[in-house]
């Protein structure tokens, strides 16, 4: 079974700084999908960003990018100009190719606060 | 914009109670699922189902049922609610294409008294 770590319980970051929030999984498979979401305080969980593991490129969505390290099974994310909604609970998520694919595995989270 | 509407952002019930929450998805998607979110476990899953009447376990099925009679609605029913059962509970579907994102709902917080 795949599981994903997120090693990182809370992290801080100063306003338009840069952050980098960590995630590594464990899996047998070779093709599989790899996300990214948020979750501001009460409000909806929201994708942030997607990574095809048969890619590459590492994915870009405007301020967020991601370092994608195959062979090292780690996924982490880049948050450039940090800015005070950008706080929220971070998970990291795995999607497996190979099966029906209906499950996805996450992680524990990652408390993003962002400071004045 | 995806629609995923969850019955109730907050619910109180008592304990024995049976209790039913319900998720309606407006995407047309096969697959649905419930998960239960608690501080430092992440989402656990549930239950999901891949189509009408169809349904699989998860990691944490007990005390827990579902139904899905029609394709845009998927119900979580605690048969006989327990104070363990107080959490968060979230909705989510996707798409049956491969490396399709799970959309959310808003949740609902659920205490169980």
């Known amino acids: 079974a795949q599981t994903v770590t997120q090693s990182q319980p809370e992290m801080s970051v100063q306003e338009a700084e840069t952050v980098t929030l960590s995630c590594t999984y464990d899996?047998?498979?070779?093709?599989?999908?790899l996300f990214w979401y948020k979750q501001p305080p009460s409000r909806q969980m929201i994708l942030v960003i997607r990574?095809?593991?048969?890619?590459?490129q590492n994915a870009t969505e405007n301020r967020f990018s991601v370092n994608f390290q195959k062979a090292a099974k780690s996924f982490s994310l880049k948050i450039s100009d940090s800015q005070l909604g950008d706080a929220a609970m971070y998970f990291c998520a795995y999607r497996s190719a190979n099966n029906y694919g209906q499950n996805f595995v996450f992680g524990p989270g990652t408390r993003l606060s962002v400071l004045p | 914009d995806v629609k995923v509407t969850q019955s109730s952002r907050y619910l109180v019930k008592r304990t024995g109670e049976k209790v039913f929450l319900e998720c309606v998805q407006d995407?047309?998607?096969?697959?649905m699922f419930w998960y239960r979110q608690d501080p430092g476990l992440g989402l656990r899953l549930i239950y999901f189902?891949?189509?009408?009447?169809?349904?699989e376990k998860g990691d944490i099925p007990e005390g827990y049922s579902v139904s899905r009679e029609k394709k845009e609605r998927f119900s979580l029913i605690l048969e006989s609610a327990s104070t363990n059962q107080t959490s968060m509970y979230l909705c989510?579907?996707?798409?049956?294409?491969?490396?399709?994102?799970?959309?959310f709902g808003d949740g609902t917080r659920l205490s169980i008294l």
């Open positions: 899996t047998s498979e070779s093709d599989y999908y």
């Open positions: 995407m047309d998607h096969e697959n």
């Open positions: 990574q095809e593991a048969y890619k590459q």
């Open positions: 189902s891949y189509d009408v009447k169809m349904k």
């Open positions: 989510a579907h996707s798409g049956d294409r491969m490396g399709q994102p799970q959309h």
